[in-house]
């Protein structure tokens, strides 16, 4: 016989959009996209301008936080599944998520006190890699509070965080054109990490939204049992 498809409860917009847990996580996910589309619009413009980088180097320099952060974004992920095994889900998302935004920064604003331009780009480079350790607690706690309408709050989350990376560009470009100094608009994209990295110590992953009937715990999948074992 055919299994019915299993169909989650409807919404309760009204649940989600009174949740300080779930506005806690587009506030985090804003500050961090702020940063983001810094590296994603101005970093060229920056190098070439500021610190004197070549065009025959800018593409490798541009391009290199991307790939490092691609490898912390990763490793972020296997870092907060490994503290949550251990410590539970509260401080294996935060931990690593809070520390990594607070250390990205201190490396931006390490990189603005740097005469020498390939320390500074060093420093950048590792903040980016910091704050990219995010990716993974932040995805895996709209699995942890949203159960089976994690959509919803992945989604939410999405959105309202690209709000940071629609004023950023803009922000960074105006305070450039104003002022002719980039030092304004890097101390308030580290601000901007160090608001996200605050903002982890209000959401809470073990506090779930309560959205109807719960899906499957995702503690069996941290400590590595079968859910569908545990009912045969």
């Known amino acids: 016989a055919n299994t019915p498809p299993v169909r989650s409860a409807p919404v309760d917009w009204n649940v989600l959009l009174r949740s300080k847990n779930l506005w806690a996580i587009c506030a985090m996910y804003s500050g961090y996209s702020f940063g983001l589309y810094f ?24 391009g290199l936080p991307l790939l490092v952060g691609a490898c912390s974004n990763v490793l972020g992920g296997f870092a907060s599944d490994w503290i949550a095994r251990r410590k539970g889900l509260r ?6 998520a809070g520390l990594g935004l607070f250390a990205s920064a201190v490396l931006l604003l390490v990189s603005l006190s740097l005469q020498s ?3 500074a780009l060093i420093a ?19 699995l942890d509070i ?29 305070i450039v054109g104003r002022w002719g100094s980039w030092n304004v608009g890097l101390i308030l994209t580290a601000a901007a990490y160090l608001f996200s990295a605050c ?34």
């Open 124 to 142: 950048m480079v590792a903040s980016f890699a910091c704050a990219d350790v995010i990716l993974g607690p932040a995805w895996a706690t709209c």
């Open 146 to 174: 949203g159960k089976d309408q994690a959509g919803t709050v992945t989604g939410c989350m999405n959105s309202f965080g690209q709000i940071g990376g629609m004023i950023s560009p803009a922000l960074v470009g105006w």
């Open 91 to 96: 401080w294996g998302r935060r931990l690593p």
């Open 199 to 232: 903002m982890w110590l209000v959401i809470d992953p073990e506090k779930p939204l309560g959205f109807g009937a719960p899906g499957a715990d995702l503690q069996f999948i941290l400590s590595g049992d079968d859910p569908e074992a545990k009912t045969n």
């Open 39 to 62: 590296y994603l619009t101005w970093l060229p413009t920056y190098l070439l301008n500021a610190r004197g980088v070549t065009l025959k180097t800018l593409g490798f320099w541009a």
């Open 117 to 119: 331009p390939f320390a």
